[in-house]
């Protein structure tokens, strides 16, 4: 504004775009009633508003908010009510609006094909192919199983038999053994390889887990093949021995088994016909918690892995005798007060030599081993 001969007052229209704004007060008033009579304009919906300077140099400072990019200036429509005939009311821009554009993703710029295509991501953002990044899926191409099996004397080897195999290089057709999910749970990297034909291991035949596992062969250079059950047989597959081999009828001692031929990802431990949970595994040791038991007397041990049952006769003895027993305590209705003791009749029973609220530590009478 320019210095007029006495304070201007009155209201004044303006209009944006070509459609008019609520008239608002020409002399001082609070920023918001001017925000209030701009934000009914439907082109302009939210804007911030400041006033300054004095009565002779009125200042009205307009931000648009919601409308972006460069907007025309404001039209000065009707001053007529203004009391001060010198008052002067101009429209000039401060700063110009801009629009910020941030890289655009490939995705925006990706055309339609027929065929699959390659897209690389850079910082989880999708790049554009410069050039075309076709890629065609043939099955054909993938190596295939139609064969395999454990062959040797002295020293054995998994032989796989198939198509698409890389000649080249031995070391980059790799098998996968996989797990009951179908994950992978071993690899091996043949030692011998033609195109339809690949050698596994020069080991001995207790080396090799017993039973029957899903396998694939991986080609680098082509890819993986379908899952292929692999019947590794059961000759060998036995229990030597378990350590130890007698124990109280609550169990929970933990036992070792030796033997060959184990599967050391998945097997299963039975005493009889009670579960006893794997801890530990190799293909010659395996490691369980013997479970409890209700009767007394020998139980026979087997391993169950990759469809077959394993056993030889080892057994498990559950001796009642060395079970710890109590047959009567001492009160028996309530829980001794604090500074109370606690009597504890039975047979069996340690001699404790440490103790907290939580465990206790004693000397067995008898080793079950």
Not at 215 to 228: H, M, N, P, Q, T
């Amino acid at each position: 504004m320019q210095a007029a001969m006495i304070p201007p007052t009155g209201t004044i229209t303006l209009s944006f775009m070509g459609i008019p704004i609520t008239p608002f007060p020409f002399n001082f008033v609070d920023s918001s009633v001017i925000e209030r009579a701009l934000e009914t304009h439907p082109l302009l919906t939210n804007v911030r508003v400041g006033v300054s300077g004095t009565c002779w140099d009125l200042k009205v400072n307009i931000e648009f908010l919601s409308s972006g990019g460069d907007q025309p200036l404001l039209e000065v429509v009707d001053t007529s009510d203004i009391a001060e005939n010198n008052a002067v009311v101009t429209v000039q821009g401060v700063t110009d609006g801009y629009l910020r554009l941030c890289p655009i993703p490939g995705d925006m710029l990706a055309k339609v094909e027929k065929d699959p295509q390659i897209r690389v991501y850079v910082n989880d953002i999708p790049t554009v192919c410069g050039r075309p990044c076709t890629h065609t899926v043939d099955n054909s191409l993938n190596p295939s199983i139609t064969e395999a099996s454990v062959t040797g004397s002295s020293s054995y080897s998994l032989v796989v038999t198939g198509v698409g195999f890389d000649a080249n290089s031995p070391e980059a057709n790799i098998l996968q053994w996989l797990g009951p999910e179908n994950e992978v749970v071993e690899t091996a990297n043949a030692l011998t390889a033609s195109e339809t034909q690949l050698g596994f291991y020069s080991q001995t035949l207790e080396q090799f887990q017993a039973g029957t596992q899903n396998a694939r062969i991986l080609v680098k250079s082509s890819g993986v093949s379908e899952v292929y059950s692999v019947d590794l047989g059961t000759a060998s597959a036995t229990i030597n021995s378990i350590t130890p081999n007698t124990g109280a009828l609550g169990g929970g001692i933990i036992v070792e088994i030796s033997g060959s031929r184990f599967d050391p990802y998945n097997p299963k431990v039975y005493i009889d016909d009670a579960l006893c949970p794997v801890l530990f595994a190799s293909k010659t040791i395996i490691q369980c918690t013997v479970p409890e038991s209700t009767t007394d007397g020998d139980k026979p041990v087997t391993v169950v892995q990759l469809g077959i049952t394993i056993s030889n006769s080892i057994i498990f003895t559950y001796d009642a005798s060395i079970t710890p027993e109590i047959v009567s305590a001492q009160p028996s209705t309530n829980i001794p007060l604090a500074g109370q003791n606690g009597w504890y009749t039975g047979s069996q029973v340690c001699t404790m030599q440490a103790q907290t609220k939580s465990e206790g530590a004693c000397d067995h009478p008898l080793d079950p081993g």
